[in-house]
């Protein structure tokens, strides 16, 4: 709910991070994806781009094996995940297909690690112009600035 309730949020996303390592390395893994600029715009332009996703997960400092990664997409609660990566490489799954399963205002994306039992779940947002606007602050007014 606090997620949903952020400055111009767009989508929520739901991320699970699955076949850590380490508890340590799923939280990581997800806190890098959840937290990355990068893949927040994505979400929030509809583009389910995988390679921000792995690239994130990439420079967290979870150990994670690239040809071992798998991504994927679903709605809510459901078990039909739509895999774009598996085992490091693009699946069959049409552009189109992924791009309708990130469409709506609330999805979850999937990434299994396989190399281990430890899972982990955060919630993230979208990036938006709105949320841009309401936190940039202006100079020419003090009052609107932190600190």
């Keep these: 709910m606090i ?8 989508r929520v996303v739901t991320v ?10 799923a939280d990581t893994a997800a806190r890098a994806v959840a937290n990355s600029a990068l893949v927040k715009t994505s979400w929030h332009g509809g583009d389910p781009n995988w390679g ?5 997960i990439g420079y967290s400092p979870a150990t994670v094996i690239e040809e071992k990664v798998d991504i994927g997409y679903c709605a809510p609660g459901s078990r039909r995940i739509l895999w774009s990566l598996k085992r490091g490489q693009p699946t069959r799954v049409t552009f189109k297909q992924l791009c309708a399963a990130v469409a ?19 919630y993230a947002a979208d990036l ?17 600035l932190g600190g």
């Design 3 to 10: 997620v949903r309730d952020g400055e111009g949020v767009h």
């Design 16 to 25: 699970r991070v699955s076949g850590a390592k380490t508890l340590a390395d």
């Design 52 to 56: 921000r996703i792995i690239d994130a």
């Design 104 to 122: 709506p205002k609330e999805f979850e994306l999937h990434i299994n690690l396989n190399l281990g039992k430890a899972n982990a779940v955060m």
């Design 128 to 144: 938006t112009e709105e949320y841009v606007e309401f936190n940039k602050g202006d100079v020419s007014d003090p009052a609107a």
